[in-house]
């Protein structure tokens, strides 16, 4: 099956993926942010296939305001809802091809610390996790 997005269609996967990304780094703000959101983009960095292309895009396009972990959650989680319908529609494997590398990409964010991640952490694993199904 093919893929057709408009730059619009790979502004929200960006926005979405990073995005998810940046919510475990401000979930994590009493542990190791920059060592969480570092892990995170290194793991979206391994992704293959259309989506993969898409991610590595050298753009300035991703923009996420916010002053707080709220508001931060406000844009990203029907960013990440809205990515996976549009995907499901045009090709369900490249969907779950962007589940599999958010869902590692968070995993990686939320391993930086040598134990289990934190109560917080895995509360937004969580939420990020509902927001891909909710589509």
Request: glycine share 6%; charged share 15%.
């Amino acid at each position: 099956m093919s893929i057709t997005l408009t730059d619009q269609d790979k502004r929200t996967l960006r926005t979405a993926a990073y995005g998810a990304v940046s919510l475990m780094s401000a979930a994590d703000a009493a542990g190791s942010p920059h060592k969480t959101a570092t892990e995170g983009s290194i793991a979206l960095a391994t992704a293959t296939g259309p989506i993969g292309h898409i991610l590595a895009a050298k753009t300035r396009d991703i923009d996420l305001p916010g002053k707080s972990v709220a508001a931060l959650a406000d844009q990203v989680l029907p960013a990440l809802t809205a990515a996976m319908a549009l995907l499901k529609a045009q090709d369900p494997a490249e969907a779950g091809n962007y589940r599999t590398t958010v869902i590692t990409a968070i995993e990686a964010a939320g391993r930086t610390h040598l134990a289990d991640p934190s109560p917080a952490l895995a509360a937004m694993i969580g939420k990020i996790t509902a927001a891909l199904d909710a589509a």
